[in-house]
C-alpha cells in the first residue's frame, strides 16, 4: 500500500452517471455508500463526487493547452502507455465524450506522451496521459528548471 493516497472531492450533476463514468467506465472501485455522494478508488487513490449541482463548475472559464481546449478546472490520471490504450478502447466503446481525442503531446522529448481529455458526463473534464514511463511526467530539461 501506498505511504499516501491523494484525496480529491468534486461536485456532479448526476451520482448515477458518476458511477456509470467512474465505476462502469473506468472501472473505479466503489467505496462506502452514503447519501448524496460516491466514492471511488481512482487508480489508486480517493476521490469523492458529491451531488452538487449547482457547484459543477464544467467547461466554465479559461481553457489551456494552446490547440487543445482542456478547461483549466479538471483532474486525472497519468498511466502507462499500455493502461492508456486500454482506457481509450473502453470509453469509445462506451460513447464517452472526448473533449479531446487522444493525441501525441511533448513529441520528442523525455515527456513525451499520449493525452486526451474527457467528459464525465456530470459536469467535469477528466485528462488522462500515457507515457513509456510514468515517472517521466516530472522530467524538466535543465533551460526549463533554469527559467522556474
Known amino acids: 500500500m ?19 463514468f467512474y465505476g462502469d467506465i473506468l472501472q473505479c472501485p ?9 466514492d471511488f478508488n481512482f ?6 463526487a ?10 466554465k472559464g479559461r481553457k489551456i ?20 490504450e486500454k482506457i481509450n478502447a473502453r470509453m469509445k466503446a462506451q460513447g464517452v465524450t472526448y473533449i479531446n481525442e487522444a493525441s501525441v503531446t511533448q513529441k520528442g522529448s523525455i515527456r513525451e506522451q ?3 481529455t474527457v467528459s464525465d458526463g456530470c459536469g467535469n473534464a477528466i485528462e488522462f496521459k500515457g507515457l513509456v ?9 535543465e533551460s526549463e528548471a533554469a527559467t522556474a
Open 114 to 116: 499520449m493525452l486526451m
Open 43 to 48: 487508480f489508486g487513490h480517493h476521490i469523492v
Open 133 to 141: 514511463n510514468i515517472a517521466d511526467v516530472y522530467a524538466v530539461k
Open 2 to 20: 501506498a505511504a499516501t493516497l491523494f484525496h480529491f472531492s468534486f461536485a456532479v450533476s448526476d451520482l448515477d452517471q458518476a458511477r456509470k
Open 65 to 84: 493547452g494552446g490547440a487543445l481546449a482542456t478547461p483549466l478546472r479538471h483532474f486525472g490520471v497519468v498511466m502507462t502507455l499500455a493502461d492508456f
Open 30 to 38: 466503489e467505496g462506502r455508500k452514503l447519501k448524496g455522494r460516491a
Open 50 to 59: 458529491h451531488l452538487a449541482p449547482e457547484d459543477v463548475v464544467g467547461d
